[in-house]
């Protein structure tokens, strides 16, 4: 008999980000069944499923809804981080954790959250180190205005200017805003060498599709001379995008194999996953392990997923992953690049100038 | 004008933590773990390596002067207190230790890195405040010296605002402070009864 262990499912099924929100979803849900289906798996896993429907104030009252009404300890949620910062005072009230599969923006360590996508040096800096010395190294910044857009940026600027590069421009839209006219016409007129998009669901396609409308109006706008450079593009939204992003790149721990049919399709379906095969494989040794038990369960311990063999840091409960620089084709992304076990640095604690970008910029002395 | 990387390059710094074993210290022990620092618990008195820490954090409830090698409030790197009680007379004897950031008791799970941040900024700004202060006292402390070699060089016969205008030209000309060119004057004066035009570089 196996032991019925209620998780919670906490993910926005409507609103601007849906599509990234559902890929979590099934992904979530793909994996429990695979481990309810498994006999080996010892647990069964009961799904507790809130959604907040894309509004940021739902979220702290719907996860403590998840944790007063059920038994469970462990949530899997949250898309943006700013809905990872509202559950997080839930989390600490309750003494339970969140499993969070999506990118952020880094500098954060909470012992009642297990990180397991990419944080900054798992994604920005790889993505920038690839792109300057092949297209330049002045940027123009884009971002939906919030927390990911603000401090993906700020780090962008920083790594810009240790590459001897110009931030030409920087600007931000609310969620959900599709106007990006102004954005394309400053774009125009700066004509950078890379354009950064931290900008997320309805405002990033829209994007896309201007930016496309304008290369092909003026050919340095094409991907071959100035891509757009996403940290959290995936399959997901391709659907969204279709033929405006031909060309542009994204960088992410998984993209999916055309030539594989069952494979998740996206990176966020594939963290998803990943996170609730680790959870089982937690509850299974500990059906009772709450976040405190984590770090001790991680330590010397990797775990098989589909994301390859990931391991989790006890100090951080960031998940060392692969990096894989992708770009757009269709509906999927050609591989780029492929680095395995990139181990996470959320707090850029380790970063080079040196190593990522070669030897230090000549400087002006005055 | 050289930039410098707001990437706070953290790792690998050196963090003391001054302060009886409790939870906190493993709260702050955790977190600064998680940025990347090495950290070292200590108590009741912080070692002599501590002089050579990147941060000290130190315990304001039971704190006392003689745990620190250095004097009060001249503590050579950045310091953050570690405030439990608010009772007045604690939080006076942390400002005497001049912290340059504060962490309130008890510790979560975050603000060491904000406490990090805030601390290593107000240290710098306070250090160049204290080494401009410094500087300009020096200049305050040559008023006399100026004075005198305003006289040495108008003793020979030129008005004091031509003197003044002098020795100006010969720290220009010498490249060196206002100050120096005054200390060669009254020097030079000193040595030969007398300044000699001569003298001029």
Known sequence: MKSRIEIGVLYSRSGSYQLVANACHAGAMRAISDVNADPASGIELIAIERDPGGNIDRYAPLCDEILRQSSARHV?????????????????????????????????????????????????????AHVVPRFGADGFLLGSNYIWGWETNR?????????????????????????????????????????LNNLIGTSS??????????????????????????????????PAISEAGRGHLSV???????????????????????????LAKVLATDPSAGFAALPALFRNTSYQTLLGEIAIDPQTQHAT????????????????SRTERMAPDPYLSRY????????PRLKVVS | MSRVSHIPNLGGAKAFVLHRPHANVSAISRQLAAIGLAVTDCWPELPAEALAADFVFFDVDLGFDQQFPWP?????????????????????????????????KPVGNAGVYSALLIARQSFAARRQLADEITALQQRVAERQTIVRAVAALSSQGVDDERAYAQLR?????????????????VALTEKEGGFDQSHRA
């Open chain 1, 76 to 128: 899997v949620g949250a898309v943006t981080s700013w809905s990872r910062k509202e559950v997080i005072p839930v989390l600490e009230k309750s003494g339970a954790a969140l499993w969070y599969a999506c990118p952020y923006e880094g500098f954060e360590a909470n012992e009642h959250v297990v990180y397991m996508h990419a944080c900054p040096n798992q994604h920005l800096v790889p993505l920038l």
């Open chain 1, 155 to 195: 780090v962008a600027r920083d790594l810009i200017a240790d590459a001897g590069g110009k931030v030409l421009g920087e600007r931000y839209l609310p969620i959900g805003e599709a106007d990006v006219s102004r954005l394309i016409a400053e774009i125009k007129a700066t004509r950078p060498a890379f354009i």
């Open chain 1, 205 to 238: 396609y829209a994007f896309f599709a201007a930016y496309a409308e304008l290369a092909r109006t003026d050919p340095h706008f094409g991907p071959e001379n100035c891509p757009i450079l996403s940290c959290n593009l995936t399959e997901a939204e391709l």
């Open chain 1, 252 to 278: 992410g721990p998984y993209f999916r194999d055309q030539a594989q049919d069952d494979a998740p399709a996206s990176s966020f379906e594939a963290s998803t996953y990943a996170s609730v095969q680790v």
């Open chain 1, 321 to 336: 992953l692969p990096v894989e620089i992708g770009r757009i084709a269709g509906l999927g992304f050609e591989r780029v």
């Open chain 1, 352 to 359: 080079d100038r040196t190593e990522t970008f070669g030897r």
């Open chain 2, 72 to 104: 009060r409030g001249a503590a050579p790197m950045p310091t953050i207190a570690l405030i439990g009680s608010e009772a007045p007379g604690r939080i006076e004897w942390a400002l005497s230790h001049k912290a340059d950031a504060q962490l309130l």
């Open chain 2, 169 to 185: 030209t010969l720290a220009m000309n010498w490249q060196v402070s206002l100050e120096e060119a005054a200390r060669r004057v």
